[in-house]
């Protein structure tokens, strides 16, 4: 299977506590995403990288967010001093960004992984 | 701010009706994608649309790019109860933009 994978699928968590999540895009996909979704909402963006380089960050992600994609394959999401409001489904995608004018053009999704925080 | 609104927000429909949902933004985007998504899983790719009045068809599921690539339109023929779920738009610049999403329910 080539699709995106994103382990755990499923996290419950204390409040406090630290939670990290990661995702594995399509391997010769040179974007990827990660988006917050709340029951019956479209996916919230959070930030994306090109390769390794973080290229933009929603001014919604607290500093207890933080992102890595180190090598520029798989990227982790950290998730620090977990709050309720915290508790969603959280999806990364990964794209192929074309050369001409670095316009990403499809975006495949994983399956997410739901985080609970009692 | 949403840049792309989508309506209706949720749709309750007997099987075998026609239904259409709209996705609709002032901004103008390079492509425009439709998902699906169920319960508990990720966003499915449906289609994705790049020229301005374009009609692609997936089946029973027609889609329509508008001529000035800021809105967009999904068709469904004769609905059947596995259409159900969550169909969301995403307007595509540099990052992708989703809608608000449209709940289907589709009733035997």
């Known amino acids: 299977d080539t699709g995106v994978s994103q382990d755990p699928r499923h996290k419950i968590t204390k409040r406090g506590q630290n939670v990290t999540f990661r995702c594995d895009p399509i391997?010769?996909?040179?974007?990827l995403y990660w988006y917050r979704q709340t029951l019956g909402q479209g996916p919230e963006f959070l930030t994306y990288?090109?390769?390794?380089?973080?290229?933009?960050k929603s001014r919604l992600l607290s500093d207890r967010f933080s992102a890595e994609r180190p090598k520029g394959s798989f990227s982790t999401l950290e998730i620090q001093r977990t709050e309720q409001g915290d508790s969603a489904m959280y999806l990364c995608?990964?794209?192929?960004?074309?050369?001409?004018?670095?316009?990403?053009?499809?975006?495949?999704f994983g399956p997410g992984t739901r985080l609970t925080v009692l | 701010t949403q840049l792309l609104e989508q309506s209706p927000q949720f749709l309750s429909i007997q099987e075998g009706e026609n239904l259409t949902v709209y996705c609709n933004s002032s901004?103008?985007?390079?492509?425009l994608q439709w998902y699906r998504q169920e319960p508990g899983e990720g966003p499915v790719l449906l289609v994705t649309?790049?020229?301005?009045?374009e009609v692609k068809k997936l089946k029973r599921l027609t889609f329509q790019f508008g001529d000035a690539r800021k809105d967009s339109s999904l068709h469904i023929t004769a609905a059947q109860t596995g259409d159900t779920g969550l169909y969301l738009c995403?307007?595509?610049?540099?990052?992708?933009?989703f809608g608000t999403g449209t709940s289907l329910t589709v009733i035997p």
């Open positions: 649309v790049v020229t301005g009045g």
């Open positions: 901004s103008v985007f390079s492509s």
């Open positions: 995403a307007g595509a610049w540099n990052q992708f933009y």
């Open positions: 990288f090109q390769n390794e380089a973080q290229l933009e």
């Open positions: 995608a990964s794209s192929l960004a074309r050369s001409s004018g670095g316009r990403a053009h499809e975006q495949f």
């Open positions: 391997s010769e996909h040179n974007r």
